[in-house]
């Protein structure tokens, strides 16, 4: 279980300056509608070589702690995806992040100022605001989800307007209406979240980014379609 001063201290920045790494990235296979979020060689995508690698279709974090981001940013979309990790993963998937280039100056810049789906093994039954599917310390699943080590888990996100919509292998997981989210730090049933302003007041638009925290994580047929 990571506290939220454990969170802020192991947030990973990115450095600069980025280069574009070419590689070819295959979504064959795939049943879900939609464009590939990342060209063919990936030059729509930001990342600092030598942390982020591909293969066979299989987009793979080399667990040095990096960011890897859209160039483009997204309002309203849906994201499809699969991701398989271990035990000791910790990763998730970025929404609508302002200016990624503000985390030069400040590690935390995009956990406090965009939404982050969680892809990490809670330790604890209690934490589901801190484990796979959730919005980071905002919402949680309606029961704690299980990380198969090895699996391919997939994943479906939509973001319109203020409502933030989750699927987990085909479940749904919630609909968080961030118009509820009125108060900085803070969520409606008054526990803490680790974002600097009120949710409702988060940008509609923003950059996709996918973090690599810890442990191996592994993602295929990612596919975005915009609404």
Not at 43 to 59: E, V
Not at 140 to 156: I, N
Not at 179 to 194: A, L, M
């Amino acid at each position: 279980m990571l506290s939220l001063k454990h969170i802020l201290r192991g947030v990973t920045c990115w450095s600069l300056p980025l280069t574009f790494v070419a590689f070819a990235f295959i979504t064959g296979g795939c049943d879900k509608k939609g464009a590939p979020l990342f060209s063919d060689n990936l030059s729509n995508a930001r990342f600092d070589p030598g942390t982020w690698a591909a293969a066979d279709g299989i987009l793979k974090a080399n667990g040095k702690g990096a960011m890897l981001w859209t160039d483009k940013e997204y309002g309203n979309f849906q994201l499809d995806f699969e991701f398989r990790a271990d035990q000791k993963t910790n990763s998730g998937i970025f929404l609508r992040c302002p200016n990624p280039d503000a985390l030069k100056k400040n590690r935390n810049h995009h956990h406090q100022n965009a939404l982050e789906f969680e892809l990490f093994q809670s330790g604890k039954p209690g934490s589901a605001k801190m484990g796979a599917g959730a919005l980071l310390t905002v919402q949680g699943p309606p029961t704690r989800l299980v990380l198969v080590p090895g699996k391919w888990h997939a994943c479906s996100i939509t973001a319109k307007d203020s409502v933030i919509t989750a699927s987990f292998d085909g479940k749904k997981l919630y609909d968080c209406d961030l118009s509820k989210w009125t108060k900085p730090g803070k969520n409606p049933d008054g526990s803490p979240n680790i974002l600097k302003a009120a949710l409702k007041n988060l940008p509609k638009k923003g950059f996709i980014g996918f973090q690599d925290a810890g442990g191996q994580v592994e993602f295929r047929n990612i596919k975005i379609s915009e609404l």
